[in-house]
């Protein structure tokens, strides 16, 4: 049986394509903060790594290994995070990245293993001083 056809939005593809902020971030002075999930049953690995300065992510770079909505996603969030303090509300819930992406429901788990390494990235740079 052929899989069914998957159609990306021209956000995805965009995103896709040139993939803002992935990588490891580039050698400099700084605390560093990490958020990762590993949810290979779901089809996705997503690490935010952020330099953090005063409490504030100056820096967010993210590395992941998935299809192409989860690195669209990853790197959705990686320029939200950016520019935000620790602790504080970004807009990385996966239902938002799905509006953006217009992601079908199927990829639902994938962006949740996106919006779940924003949060544990926002946590633990809460706790970088």
């Not at 803002?20 to 971030?25: D, F, I, N, S």
């Amino acid at each position: 049986m052929t899989p069914p056809e998957i159609r990306y939005s021209t956000r995805v593809i965009e995103l896709f394509r040139t993939l803002p902020r992935a990588g490891a971030l580039p050698a400099a002075r700084g605390s560093i903060a990490v958020g990762e999930v590993v949810a290979l049953d779901r089809g996705a690995w997503v690490r935010f790594e952020a330099r953090v300065a005063n409490g504030l992510i100056v820096d967010c770079r993210f590395q992941a290994w998935g299809c192409p909505h989860t690195l669209a996603a990853a790197a959705l969030a990686a320029e939200r995070l950016a520019g935000r303090r620790g602790g504080e509300g970004v807009d990385c819930e996966a239902a938002s990245l799905a509006r953006e992406l217009d992601a079908p429901a199927g990829k639902m788990g994938r962006l949740l293993a996106v919006a779940d390494a924003a949060k544990a990235l926002l946590a633990e740079a809460a706790q970088v001083q």
